[in-house]
């Protein structure tokens, strides 16, 4: 859940976001702030509400059931400021070292001690009194920095203005765009953009949720769900074609009458939210499949926003490498200020594929790797593409029918297996860092979650 206690303009360091899943920790926080007058908070009750709105804030306070991966993840996500972990009641040393050694500043035990801890944020964070500002509105800047986004192309230009549009709606807004596009912070931009921005922002990734409990994360089974908790704000479905066949249509039904029943309940209940959805892949598709129900997705799509691969944003892709190359080298405390001779024209050559999320963590990696005050070329450069399996042969082929043992079949192994395999040494090899796995395999952190979460399912059902 998110509330913003004034405009979120670009000044990121007048920004605190306090990720918290109990609503008494995050209202004590905001009272400690209030009460120093100092920062403006953000508030967000899970970790996907948390990302988009993070690259907004100087510092924040995070609060998760894994808080090493919860830290992780926040820092791939592009947070660079000052970072202290809650952990919970009786956690280990281990456990604080861990959150250290992932990114975290400092870190405190619960129950927290909020004047405490709002000395340790501000003790490191630039603005301690920001000054009031006056705009109810923020001001959307033409160029730079919009909302979170980065990028001055013509492309780029029509997005932000097309956020300034739809922002005034209630309608329910369609994004589309392939991963890494900045789909979610474009949902975080239209909840920052619109009169919405005192409410919560709320974001769930449906392809993350287990089927048996997707109803109950959408509409509340004891407790609220994803709809009434953005009560006053803005909801992302990121993924939405992943919603099961019960969840669809009791979605389609609360658009149509504006009201809901928590799952298992009787009494109808109201939400005055705005929904954003989201999807990397073509909606009319799923559509065509019978995966997103036609009646559901002409009621989201009522208002729409294409978010432009990288490659056809001119140079932009300069323009973000450069910003990343600062916030990393400054996060990572490497000497490193400029790309050197060549590297610009290599990062233009590349397709990026996974667009900026790809970007990002290429450049987080060349300022890690890289020696000297500047990129070279050599850092940016495709790996040759490599061929560790020969094309199925006819001896293959025969082979199938044979007796296997351990998941193979004669001399060839289960697709799923294999691809098991791929992820899993993916994810060790990035210290169990899903969005890096993720880039270096070329697919979406969702689509590894949803892996990790069926290969769970899996395990537990066997
Ligand atoms: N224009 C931009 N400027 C700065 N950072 C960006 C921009 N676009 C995306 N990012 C960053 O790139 C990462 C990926 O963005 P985001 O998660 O919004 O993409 P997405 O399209 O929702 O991806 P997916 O479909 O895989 O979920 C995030 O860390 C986001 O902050």
């Not at 931009?189 to 619109?194: E, I, R, T, V």
């Not at 061929?387 to 001896?395: G, K, N, T, V, Y």
Request: proline content about 6%; some cysteine.
């Amino acid at each position: 859940m998110t509330g913003l206690s004034s405009p979120p303009q670009t000044d990121r360091r007048t920004c605190v976001l306090v990720c918290d899943p109990e609503t008494d920790v995050r209202n004590m926080m905001r009272a400690a702030f209030a009460r120093r007058d100092a920062l403006h908070v953000l508030e967000a009750e899970d970790l996907a509400a948390a990302m988009p709105l993070a690259v907004r804030c100087s510092a924040a306070l995070l609060a998760a059931e894994h808080p090493e991966d919860a830290t992780r993840r926040l820092r791939a996500s592009g947070f660079a400021g000052t970072l202290v972990v809650a952990l919970a009641r009786g956690s280990s040393v281990t456990e604080a070292v861990a959150a250290m050694r992932a990114g975290a500043d400092d870190v405190v035990i619960k129950p927290i001690g909020p004047e405490d801890v709002v000395d340790r944020l501000l003790a490191a964070t630039p603005a301690r009194r920001p000054e009031r500002r006056r705009r109810d509105r923020p001001q959307l800047p033409r160029n730079g920095d919009f909302c979170g986004f980065l990028g001055r192309s013509r492309a780029m230009q029509a997005v932000y203005a097309q956020i300034e549009r739809l922002a005034a709606s209630r309608a329910p807004v369609f994004v589309t765009g392939e991963s890494g596009t900045g789909k979610a912070l474009a949902a975080a931009a239209l909840h920052m953009a619109s009169t919405r921005q005192q409410g919560p922002f709320n974001a769930l990734n449906c392809s993350a949720i287990p089927a048996s409990y997707m109803e109950q994360a959408v509409f509340g089974l004891t407790g609220p769900g994803a709809i009434e908790r953005a009560h006053g704000g803005t909801l992302l479905l990121d993924e939405v074609a992943e919603l099961n066949a019960v969840t669809q249509s009791k979605l389609l039904n609360f658009l149509e009458k504006g009201r809901f029943r928590r799952a298992g309940e009787t009494d109808e209940r109201t939400s005055d939210v705005r929904l954003v959805c989201a999807t990397s892949r073509d909606p009319q598709d799923d559509v065509a499949s019978g995966r997103l129900r036609e009646d559901l997705f002409y009621r989201l799509n009522v208002l729409t926003l294409s978010l432009p691969p990288l490659r056809e944003r001119d140079d932009d892709v300069i323009l973000l490498a450069e910003a990343f190359l600062a916030r990393f080298a400054g996060e990572e405390g490497r000497p490193i200020s400029r790309l050197g001779p060549g590297a610009a024209d290599v990062l233009r050559a590349r397709p990026f594929r996974g667009n900026v999320r790809e970007l990002q963590n290429l450049m987080r990696r060349a300022v890690i790797l890289g020696d000297g005050g500047e990129l070279g070329p050599e850092l940016f450069e495709e790996p040759e593409p490599t061929h560790h399996a020969e094309a199925p042969s006819l001896h293959a082929h025969a082979m199938l029918s044979g007796s296997g043992h351990g998941g193979m079949i004669g001399q060839v192994e289960p697709f799923a297996i294999i691809e098991r395999r791929v992820i899993e040494a993916a994810i060790a090899a990035f210290d169990g860092n899903i969005p890096l796995a993720a880039a270096a395999l070329d697919l979406s952190p969702s689509t590894l979650y949803r892996k990790k979460l069926a290969w769970q399912e899996r395990r537990r059902l066997s």
